[in-house]
């Protein structure tokens, strides 16, 4: 293997450097393909948020079950990816792809054509089944094609997919409820769907190693019960309190707790063989664990605000949802703007010098949103949330990188699959303990979002990421170059 080099000595004086290998031809537009189709997929993780109060009114339902929509949407990606370690292994990406694609773009026709709550939710669930394939086979391409000194540069432009598309998704909601209705934002997606997938079909070649690795139902199960049962179990509290709640939820988190330390057991078992459905060693690697616990615990209080903010933006400041999405559209255009940026700024200086100030900038915006009252300024808030994205900007992008990047080539796919499903578990369970939070803390459960519910869910995401900000201490401790080198050892 090619190893960079710093060594600066010119080829005329008879050293010849050595340099990294270039990337294959039509790499760029391989991976620019997958960015613009997972940008889109992921696009649909909050574009329901801001439309949530229209939904409660027009399908009659509450709002636990509404937030569903969103939760339902990444815990479904939670349970599908952890199967992505094997499908990258035994299939090649070209096929992959085409499955994904095809499976987002008959979730958006069948949420587009839903004549009531239950069907637009198994929508739902097809195109999250799409889109949780699309992640990992976009980072694991990234790290395969990429060479190691660009790498912070691409992975910020894939920030812009992961964060960003979030972060928009309840503006371009906002600005389609105001002119057409709720069943638009399908409609509108799927053209654009359609022309990902045929693109696909006719321009997506990447050479790919494939071995017949076992899949084990086993462990699929397990993975749907545990991680299923945790988010379940959360999100059904808030609707207990309002008696609302088919079953008591200590026992579907119990059940998620029992399932998911007996699925961690049975990969570490049958990884000593190679017929685990997902790789645990990657968390053996002590970068990539702790940039873990970092995402996780920033990916909880992001989606928290991002389905927080549009409910006590337009149920206690009475915004209408067309403002609200302008009022989250700046966060969302600096986040874009800084991923590119960030990303630049990692190749240079790594991982430390960005992540600890990242994760101080977050925790201070966090705090602020516990200030919010019932009349405050909606310049305020909107200058809050910048600051929030800017955070979490200087976090995101090193930490991917810096994780993926040192891990050795067999275990990369279940590396990628690792940090998805974490985001996307992390996700739901914020978005699930958030809306809790905020229900219990209401004056009038039944009444909606009040000042008191939004400002102890603000808070419960400012404890949290409070308690991240030491772990961040740890990051990146080696120069960026003997990194380098260690992972190309």
């Known amino acids: 293997m090619t190893r960079p080099t710093t060594d600066s000595t010119h080829p005329a004086e008879g050293a010849v450097p050595t340099t990294e290998p270039p990337p294959p031809e039509g790499a760029s537009l391989v991976i620019w393909l997958l960015v613009g189709s997972a940008f889109v997929m992921i696009l649909n993780e909050t574009i329901m948020s801001v439309a949530l109060p229209a939904l409660i ?30 499908l990258l292994q035994r299939f090649p990406p070209r096929r992959i792809y085409v499955a994904s694609m ?3 773009t008959a979730g958006t026709l069948i949420s587009a054509l839903a004549p009531g709550f239950p069907i637009l939710m198994t929508g739902r669930v097809v195109q999250a089944a799409g889109t949780a394939v699309m992640v990992p086979l976009l980072m694991t391409t990234v790290m395969r094609l990429v060479p190691v000194s660009r790498r912070g540069a691409t992975m910020g432009t894939i920030t812009i997919v992961i964060a960003v598309a979030p972060a928009i ?16 934002m399908f409609w509108i997606v799927l053209p654009i769907a359609v022309i990902a997938l045929t693109s696909g079909l006719l321009r997506l070649r990447v050479d790919a190693e494939t071995r017949a690795v076992p899949l084990d139902v086993v462990s699929v199960l397990l993975s749907a019960l545990g991680f299923g049962g945790l988010v379940f179990g959360l999100s059904s509290v808030g609707e207990a309190t309002r008696g609302e709640s088919l079953l008591p939820p200590w026992l579907p988190t119990a059940v998620g707790v029992v399932a998911l330390a007996v699925f961690v057991a049975r990969q570490l078992r049958l990884q000593r063989t190679g017929g685990a459905l997902l790789d645990l060693r990657p968390l053996a690697h002590r970068p990539f664990a702790i940039a873990m616990v970092l995402v996780v615990l920033s990916m909880m209080s992001l989606f928290g605000v991002l389905i927080l903010l549009p409910l006590y933006l337009q149920e206690v400041l ?4 067309f403002v609200t999405g302008l009022a989250v559209l700046p966060g969302g255009l600096a986040m874009g703007l800084l991923g590119p940026v960030v990303g630049r700024l990692y190749d240079r200086i790594g991982a430390r010098k960005l992540v600890i100030p990242g994760a101080a900038v977050l ?16 310049w305020e808030i909107i200058a809050m949330h910048v600051v929030l994205v800017v955070g979490i900007s200087l976090m995101f992008t090193p930490l ?16 990628s699959a690792i940090v998805a499903t974490l985001q996307q578990v992390a996700g739901a369970a914020g978005t699930a303990l958030f809306i809790t939070v905020m229900t219990l803390a209401s004056s009038d459960a039944t009444a909606g ?4 519910g939004a400002r102890a869910a603000f808070m419960t ?4 990421a409070t308690i991240a900000l030491p772990l961040t201490l740890l990051v990146g401790r080696r120069p960026k170059v003997e990194a380098v080198e260690v992972a190309a050892a």
Not at 169 to 178: C, D, Q, R, Y
Not at 449 to 452: E, K, S
Request: aromatic share 8%; hydrophobic share 50%.
């Open 57 to 86: 009114a027009d399908l009659g339902i509450t709002v636990g079950t509404a937030q569903w929509l969103t939760s339902g949407f990444l815990l479904t990606m939670a349970v599908v990816i952890p199967i992505t370690g094997f």
């Open 449 to 452: 979002t009040d000042v008191d």
């Open 461 to 464: 995401a400012a404890i949290i």
């Open 169 to 184: 998704g309840p503006t371009l909601s906002g600005v389609i409820l105001t002119a057409l209705g709720w069943r638009w």
């Open 400 to 415: 991917m990188t810096d994780a993926l990047g040192q891990l050795p080539r067999e275990v990369d796919s279940h590396g």
């Open 363 to 378: 925790t201070v915006a966090l705090w602020a949103f516990t200030m919010l009252g019932a009349t405050s300024p909606l």
């Open 102 to 104: 095809t499976l987002f």
């Open 318 to 321: 009475h915004v209408d949802p």
